[in-house]
């Protein structure tokens, strides 16, 4: 079994870069065995569909427009997303990669699991920083996709 931890977003937009600042926290925190990868999608969306498509388990990581406060993380599984339960997007890559899963379930290619994390995020000012309210949630999400790893059988250790 292959899982494959993405992270999408714009690097140039303060809070719209939190997937990827999160892939970043990830590699800087923990050693993972070869059959987790950990990716940073960018903004590339539709472009990633061989990734998406060559794992068995997708954890996406991502800001989303959602009801909730800055900072709120909500979860979403594959039915979610097959079943148009996710709220409006906020980020063309989001569109895409949406587009993407249902590309690849109509070719029968879809993971078997996929979990989104969204953020719902307080600032698309210019700046390559996360605001600090969001900054504070990577520990916590990082815990939260690590644990599930472990408890799935994946040996992640702390980062030396």
């Known amino acids: 079994m292959k899982t494959l931890?993405?992270?999408?977003?714009?690097?140039?937009?303060?809070?719209?870069?939190?997937?990827?600042?999160?892939?970043t926290y990830l590699q800087k925190h923990y050693r993972f065995p070869e059959d987790v990868e950990l990716y940073d999608g960018?903004?590339?969306?539709?472009m990633v569909t061989h990734m998406l498509e060559a794992a068995d388990h997708v954890y996406l990581v991502?800001?989303?427009?959602?009801?909730?406060?800055?900072?709120?993380?909500c979860r979403y599984e594959k039915e979610d997303f097959m079943l148009g339960r996710l709220p409006i997007k906020m980020s063309p890559h989001q569109i895409g990669i949406q587009e993407v899963l249902a590309l690849s379930e109509l070719r029968d290619r879809c993971p078997e699991k996929i979990s989104?994390?969204?953020?719902?995020?307080?600032?698309?000012?210019?700046?390559?920083?996360?605001?600090?309210?969001?900054?504070?949630?990577?520990?916590?999400?990082?815990?939260?996709?690590?644990?599930?790893?472990?408890a799935s059988g994946y040996e992640i250790t702390p980062a030396g």
Do not use: M, W
């Open 42 to 46: 960018g903004t590339l969306g539709i």
């Open 5 to 23: 931890v993405f992270g999408a977003g714009n690097l140039l937009l303060t809070d719209e870069g939190f997937g990827v600042h999160f892939i």
């Open 116 to 150: 989104l994390f969204g953020v719902i995020p307080q600032s698309y000012d210019a700046g390559v920083e996360l605001s600090p309210l969001l900054a504070e949630k990577l520990t916590g999400l990082a815990e939260l996709v690590v644990g599930e790893l472990r």
């Open 62 to 73: 991502d800001v989303i427009d959602a009801k909730g406060e800055p900072g709120d993380i």
